[in-house]
C-alpha cells in the first residue's frame, strides 16, 4: 500500500484541502467571484448550443409522442376557459371577489409601468437536489444584475436573480427554502410569506407561512405578490393545495402550488425597473 | 525557434489523450448541468461528474489523475456547484485513495472502481447533506432516504458508459510507451 501511496500523491492532497479552505474562505470575502465569473463566462457558449440542441431535440420529441396530449390539454384549457369567463359574469355580488379579479385584469395594466423586461432563455440548472435554481443567457451586458425578478410571459413568479456575470445570471427559483416572498391571498387578503417548501419535505410545493388562525382558505385560490422593494405587487406565485396549523398551532400555513410551470420553462423575462407605487 | 516546441510522439499523443479526458469532462458536466437538472418535481438530481473524477484518477493512477481531480473539482466548483468548496477537497482526496486502493488491495477492473465511485459519490453528498441539516435554509433528515440515495445511485448508472470510455482514452500511448 505504501508503494502506491506515493509523496507526491500525499502532496496532492494537501493541496486539494488547501484549495478548499481557501475557496471557502475566498467565498466567505466574496473574494471567489473572479473564479467564478470567469468559468461561468466560459461556459456560458457551450451551455447555451447545448441547451439549444437539447430545445430542439425536445421540439421533435413533442411534435412526435406529445401532439395528442396537448390537443387533450388545449380542450382542457378552453373548458376552464369556459368556467373562469362564467365566474367572472357571477362575481360581481362578492365585493372579495371583485377585488381578486380587479387585481388579475389589472395585471396588465399595472405591467404598463414596467420597462419592458429582459427576455432569457434557460441555459442550464444548478445539479444539486437541495437548490432549485438555474443559469440565464445574459447579464449585467443586458441590465440584469442580482436583485431582479424573473417572471413567465403571464405574470407568474419564477424567482429572483441571485448572481450576474457579464453574460451569465443565476435565478433561484420560488421552490428554493432561500427564497421568501410576501404574499397575499387574493380572494380574502390574508398576508403570509411564502417560501419553497423542500425542507419540510414537500418537493415541488410551496409554503405560505404566518396566515391567521381564524383565516378561510380554499383550494384554488391565487396568491399574489404584496409586493416589495424587490417584487412588483400582483404578480401570480401559486394556488393553494392544502392548509393547516403549524407547529406552535398560533399560526395557520397553506401549502401551494406554483402558478409557474417550472419543469416546462424554456424562457423567462426580467423586470429591470418598475414603478412600486 | 519552432525547433524548441518540437514535441515527440509520446507527448502528441499525451496532449491527445487529456484533451479527450478534458471533452469527455465538459460534455459530463453539460449533460449534467444542461439535461438532467432540469427536473424540478422529483428533485433526484443525478451528478455524473464525481463517477467521471473517480474512473480517471483510478486509470490514470494517484499522481497524474489526482492533479485531474483537483482541476476538474475546481472546474465544478466554480460553475456553480452547491457546496462546490466542499467538494474542491472531499472528490481529489477520495479519487487519490481511490486509486491507491485499487492499485495495492483490489484491481483495475470495472467492479472495484465501481465500488469506490460508488462511496466517493456517497462520501461528498453525505457531507454536503450534513452541512444542510445544520446551515439554513436546512433540509429534513428524511431526505436523505428519498433524494440523496436514489440520486447517487442514479449518478452510478453513467458508469457503465463512462468507464469503457475512459479505458479507451487511457489506452492512448500506452503501446507506444512500451
Avoid at chain 2, 92 to 108: D, F, K, M, Q
Amino acid at each position: 500500500m505504501k508503494k502506491h501511496f506515493s509523496a507526491k500523491a500525499k502532496w496532492l492532497i494537501a493541496i486539494a484541502v488547501l484549495l478548499a479552505v481557501l475557496v471557502t474562505v475566498a467565498a466567505a470575502l466574496n473574494a471567489a467571484r473572479p473564479g467564478e465569473s470567469l468559468i461561468q463566462t466560459m461556459l456560458t457558449p457551450f451551455r447555451s448550443a447545448a441547451s439549444g440542441l437539447v430545445r430542439q431535440a425536445e421540439r421533435y420529441y413533442d411534435y412526435i409522442f406529445k401532439y395528442e396530449s396537448l390537443e387533450a390539454e388545449n380542450k382542457a384549457l378552453k373548458d376552464r376557459i369556459v368556467e373562469m369567463e362564467e365566474d367572472v359574469r357571477s362575481a360581481d355580488s362578492l365585493q372579495r371577489e371583485n377585488e381578486r379579479l380587479h387585481r388579475l385584469l389589472g395585471l396588465m395594466e399595472e405591467h404598463e409601468d414596467y420597462k419592458p423586461p429582459v427576455p432569457a432563455y434557460i441555459i442550464s440548472w444548478v445539479d444539486s437536489s437541495w437548490k432549485s435554481a438555474f443559469t440565464i443567457a445574459k447579464g449585467t451586458n443586458a441590465g440584469v444584475h442580482e436583485g431582479l425578478v424573473a417572471i413567465t410571459e403571464y405574470g407568474q413568479v419564477v424567482g429572483l436573480v441571485t448572481e450576474a456575470g457579464p453574460n451569465w445570471a443565476t435565478v433561484t427559483t420560488v421552490l428554493d427554502s432561500a427564497l421568501g416572498i410576501s404574499a397575499t391571498v387574493a380572494s380574502t387578503g390574508y398576508n403570509g410569506v411564502v417560501e419553497g417548501a423542500l425542507a419540510t419535505g414537500s418537493q415541488g410545493l410551496l409554503r405560505m407561512n404566518y396566515l391567521p388562525t381564524d383565516s378561510v382558505l380554499r383550494n384554488n385560490d391565487q396568491v399574489l405578490t404584496t409586493g416589495s422593494t424587490v417584487y412588483p405587487r400582483g404578480l401570480i406565485i401559486g394556488y393553494i393545495t392544502d392548509a393547516d396549523f403549524d407547529q406552535t398551532g398560533v399560526a395557520k400555513y397553506a401549502l401551494l402550488r406554483p402558478a409557474a410551470e417550472l419543469d416546462e420553462l424554456e424562457q423567462v423575462f426580467i423586470i429591470t425597473e418598475y414603478d412600486n407605487q | 525557434m519552432l525547433k524548441h516546441f518540437h514535441l515527440t510522439k509520446n507527448q502528441w499523443l499525451g496532449i491527445l489523450k487529456w484533451s479527450l479526458y478534458g471533452l469527455l469532462t465538459l460534455l459530463t458536466l453539460l449533460l449534467q448541468t444542461v439535461v438532467l437538472s432540469r427536473t424540478t418535481q422529483l428533485r433526484i438530481k443525478p451528478t455524473p461528474l464525481p463517477v467521471l473524477i473517480v474512473c480517471v484518477c483510478v486509470r490514470e493512477g494517484p499522481e497524474r489523475g489526482g492533479i485531474y481531480a483537483i482541476v476538474t473539482a475546481l472546474l465544478w466548483c466554480f460553475s456553480g456547484a452547491d457546496y462546490g468548496n466542499l467538494s474542491v477537497a472531499i472528490l481529489p482526496v477520495g479519487a487519490i485513495l481511490s486509486a491507491v486502493l485499487c492499485r495495492a488491495v483490489l484491481t483495475l477492473r470495472f467492479l472495484p472502481t465501481a465500488l469506490c465511485a460508488f462511496g466517493v459519490c456517497l462520501l461528498n453528498a453525505s457531507i454536503i447533506f450534513v452541512f444542510k441539516l445544520i446551515l439554513p435554509p436546512t433540509v429534513a433528515l428524511d431526505n436523505y432516504w428519498r433524494i440523496l440515495l436514489p440520486g447517487v445511485a442514479l449518478s452510478m448508472a453513467f458508469l457503465p458508459i463512462q468507464y469503457p470510455l475512459v479505458k479507451c482514452i487511457s489506452r492512448i500511448g500506452v503501446r507506444d510507451a512500451l
